[in-house]
């Protein structure tokens, strides 16, 4: 089983930029894809990155070309690169591999947007 712990949110203003980290116990496995999501307290969680195997990423809309996700597989590391943040991106951020099967979640890490 692998445990992540997420990293680096905070208080922003809009524009302003933030990068997460996410640490796993355990290996994710090169072979593994992997994501970041966001969960506003009583809303769905939704998937905001996923990179593959391959290197190859994806975004939805709403944060494409804001957000960059990267990894560091010999370190069991991902990040979260997010820029030009706006106040709709305040949320818990969490990691995980891709599902539908899912590990344990991690606490998360929160991140604010506020002027």
């Known amino acids: 089983q692998v445990q992540f712990v997420e990293s680096g949110g905070g208080l922003v203003q809009p524009g302003g930029s933030l990068r997460l980290s996410c640490t796993a116990s355990g290996t994710f496995g090169r072979d593994s894809s992997v994501g970041w999501y966001r969960q506003v307290p009583g809303n769905k969680r939704e998937m905001v990155a996923r990179?593959?195997?391959?290197?190859?990423?994806d975004y939805p809309v709403s944060v494409k070309g804001r957000f960059t996700i990267s990894r560091d597989v010999e370190k069991n590391t991902l990040f979260l690169q997010m820029n030009n943040l706006k106040p709709e991106d305040s949320s818990d951020y969490y990691c995980?591999?891709?599902?539908?099967?899912?590990?344990?979640w991690g606490l998360g890490t929160r991140v604010t947007v506020s002027s």
């Open positions: 995980n591999r891709v599902g539908p099967l899912y590990y344990n």
């Open positions: 990179i593959n195997s391959d290197g190859t990423t």
